[in-house]
């Protein structure tokens, strides 16, 4: 019979919604019990999911260059002031991507890629239009993940301490 192997690494999905740092400090909570390490990711939608609609008179190269850089600094802003928190909770080391494309796709390459031992991620995010239009990224992602998944509602998960105080 096997088993689940052992968690060195985790990954965890971003989006800067109100419950990313929640997410965020669960997955670290988590990464840290098994020594993992965590790599924290966001995915910039790719406009052409978004055909049909009003896209605004910027010519597509330069508005989605804009948006990675943007992304990549929100990321970088987000992970400095999750080291801390990190180290806390125990987690061995932190790194942090950015990628274009389909959320969930990018979500199970990416662990794919490293090998990854288990995706820690959110089951609600931003809602509205994105989510009527293309499903839920976590039931894509729990359907096409090459390791575990431990999805967390932050709805029901919640505490109103920081994860990071818990370890």
């Known amino acids: 019979m096997s088993i689940i192997k052992e968690i060195r690494k985790v990954v965890t999905p971003v989006d800067f919604s109100d419950n990313s740092k929640f997410i965020a ?24 999911d978004y055909s049909g609609f009003f896209v605004p008179q910027m010519t597509m190269p330069n508005l989605e260059s804009e948006l990675l850089e943007s992304a990549e600094k929100k990321m ?22 950015v ?6 796709e990018k979500i199970v390459d990416y662990a794919k890629e490293i090998e990854a031992d ?8 931003y809602k509205g239009l994105e989510k009527i239009m293309f499903g839920s990224v976590a039931a894509k992602v729990v359907r ?7 999805t ?7 505490q109103t301490s920081s994860a990071g105080d818990a370890a």
């Open 118 to 125: 288990m995706i820690v991620m959110g089951t609600h995010g």
């Open 99 to 104: 990628f274009m494309g389909e959320v969930s």
């Open 25 to 48: 400090e669960s997955a670290a909570y988590i990464a840290g019990r098994f020594g993992a390490e965590m790599d924290l990711i966001f995915v910039v939608q790719n406009f052409e």
């Open 76 to 97: 970088a802003d987000f992970c400095s002031e999750f080291e801390q928190i990190c180290t806390k909770s125990g987690v061995t080391a932190l790194a942090h991507k």
């Open 144 to 150: 096409n993940a090459p390791c575990p998944v431990m």
């Open 152 to 158: 967390i509602n932050p709805y029901t998960s919640g």
